[in-house]
């Protein structure tokens, strides 16, 4: 980089804020992460290899506590999963149900979504993104830090196959209509509902705890999905 080139930093839609670790997240990223969990690397993924099989492959973009992602390989043993977070209490989190559900199916990654697209995830080889209750930036001035952006739709395309999706959810309806106008923009996308249609919560997606306090509340949730045409 020359001294008159000017560094541009990449804005990130998430700020890293760690919680304390519990004594039972902290042995599962030293002993279960070794196991289970996969480093950023400047190669692609040999998931066949991963898995040990030829499976249809999901990836989840911010999996929280992992609750809802460790009950989805539960129920879809059929299916292979990555899960990406970046806080490590969660990944702890996530490691233990994984130990404690005997899932072969699912691996976790705790890095940035868009490094690990970028360098570990082979074009064409996601059969799903997950990306559930993602950080609304709810103020209008930080609306650039919504991780649904244009460029970042063309990034999963890359990445998803033919008729792979992109599922969306979120409890905030102003999130839910920007979502939906950014994949209504975005080239190579088709809402699986139709024209502007949102979805009721698919029965695979389980509901959290976080929608069951919401429901309590009386807050709404809105469920996009977007298959990839071409």
């Not at 979120?170 to 139709?194: C, I, K, L, P, R």
Request: one cysteine or more; glycine letters at 6%; proline letters at 4%.
């Amino acid at each position: 980089m020359s001294e008159t080139t000017p560094f541009i930093r990449r804005i990130r839609s998430f700020v890293k804020r760690e919680g304390r670790l519990t004594a039972g997240q902290e042995r599962a990223l030293n002993k279960l992460f070794p196991l289970y969990g996969l480093r950023l690397q400047e190669s692609v993924l040999d998931l066949d290899a991963i898995f040990k099989r030829k499976a249809p492959c999901i990836l989840e973009i911010g999996f929280g506590n992992g609750t809802s992602l460790a009950e989805m390989a539960k129920n879809n043993p059929q299916q292979d999963y990555i899960g990406i977070e970046v806080h490590t209490p969660g990944v702890g989190n996530l490691l233990l149900q994984i130990e404690t559900l005997g899932l072969k199916n699912l691996r976790v990654i705790c890095e940035d979504a868009v490094d690990v697209l970028k360098k570990m995830i082979a074009d064409e080889s996601l059969d799903g993104v997950q990306l559930f209750f993602a950080d609304p930036w709810h103020k209008k001035r930080h609306h650039k830090r919504r991780i649904v952006q244009n460029e970042f739709v063309q990034l999963l395309r890359q990445k998803l196959k033919c008729s792979g999706t992109f599922h969306m959810a979120t409890d905030w309806e102003n999130y839910a209509e920007h979502m939906m106008q950014v994949m209504n923009e975005s080239e190579g996308f088709e809402n699986t509902a139709g024209k502007n249609q949102f979805l009721p919560r698919p029965e695979f997606r389980p509901l959290t705890k976080f929608e069951q306090r919401g429901q309590r509340l009386g807050h709404a949730v809105w469920d996009l999905i977007f298959k990839k045409i071409n």
